[in-house]
Nanobody
Framework: VQLVESGGGLVQPGGSLRLSCTASGFTFKDYHMAWARQALGKERELVAAIENFGVGRLHANPVKGRFTISRDNVESTVYLQMDNLKPEDTAVYYC?????????????????WGLGTQVTVSS
């Protein structure tokens, strides 16, 4: 099983990034997918989540209106479009897979996690 994130980097405030996470080794369409982030010295927090067939989506309050999660079940990939980035968005962003939607906010209940990609927002 692998979840491989890409697309992170250094961006100025107000800029945009698009993160991608490609899955392999499990049946992607059977899992709800999420992006979480962990800033230095803080706990991992949910950023956005999407149901297995993409109908239901959830975005955390700090990113509503700026970030958008989407998925492509043919390509086994989940995306996070991040616009109007702020310095407080600086963190390592992780892609996760979970079987039950009721577990979406409980990080320890995720079945799989990627290794993360660093996003730094700074001028």
């Amino acid at each position: 099983v692998q979840l491989v994130e890409s697309g992170g980097g250094l961006v100025q405030p107000g800029g945009s990034l698009r993160l991608s996470c490609t899955a392999s080794g499990f049946t992607f369409k059977d899992y709800h997918m999420a992006w979480a982030r962990q800033a230095l010295g803080k706990e991992r927090e949910l950023v956005a989540a999407i149901e297995n067939f993409g109908v239901g989506r959830l975005h955390a309050n700090p990113v509503k209106g700026r970030f958008t999660i989407s998925r492509d079940n043919v390509e086994s990939t989940v995306y996070l479009q991040m616009d109007n980035l702020k310095p407080e968005d600086t963190a390592v962003y992780y892609c996760g897979a979970v079987r039950r939607w009721s577990d979406i906010r409980t990080m320890k209940n995720y079945e799989y996690w990627g290794l993360g990609t660093q996003v730094t927002v700074s001028s």
